[in-house]
C-alpha cells in the first residue's frame, strides 16, 4: 500500500554533509508520521529523527544540532540532511512510516548505506 525508497546515501569524509531522501508511493501522505532509523553492524536499530504530519520533529540526542529532518507533502518526500557526520554515524538508513491514528500500519524502505570516513 505505501512504498518508501530511499536514496542519497554513500561516502563521505568526516564533517562532510550528505542529503537522504525517501520518496514515498500512493497518497494520504500527510496522514503518517515520517521517520529515519538507523542500523549499525552489530547494533539494534535505533531512531535517528521524526516528523509528525504537523510539522513537528523530534531527534536523538546524538544527531540533534547536526541533522534535519523535513518533508514535502505535495511531493510525498521526506528528507534527512545530515551535516558534521562523525564516523559513528556510519549505518544502514532506512526510511519509515507511521499511520497516525491505526499505528500498526507502518511502512520500511529498503535503506541507504551512509558510509563516513575518519
Known amino acids: 500500500q505505501v512504498q518508501l525508497v530511499e536514496s542519497g546515501g554513500g561516502l563521505v569524509q568526516a564533517g562532510g554533509s550528505l542529503r537522504l531522501s525517501c520518496a514515498a508511493s500512493g497518497r494520504l501522505f500527510s496522514i503518517y508520521t515520517m521517520g529515519w532509523y538507523r542500523q549499525a553492524p552489530g547494533k539494534q536499530r535505533e531512531l535517528v529523527a521524526a516528523i509528525t504530519s504537523g510539522g513537528s520533529t523530534n531527534y536523538a540526542d546524538s544527531v540533534e544540532g547536526r541533522f534535519t529532518i523535513s518533508r514535502d507533502n505535495a511531493e510525498n518526500t521526506v528528507y534527512l540532511q545530515m551535516n558534521n557526520l562523525k564516523p559513528e554515524d556510519t549505518a544502514v538508513y532506512y526510511c519509515?512510516?507511521?499511520?497516525?491514528?491505526?499505528?500498526?500500519?507502518?511502512?520500511w524502505g529498503q535503506g541507504t548505506q551512509v558510509t563516513v570516513s575518519s
Open positions: 519509515n512510516a507511521k499511520h497516525i491514528i491505526q499505528e500498526y500500519l507502518r511502512y
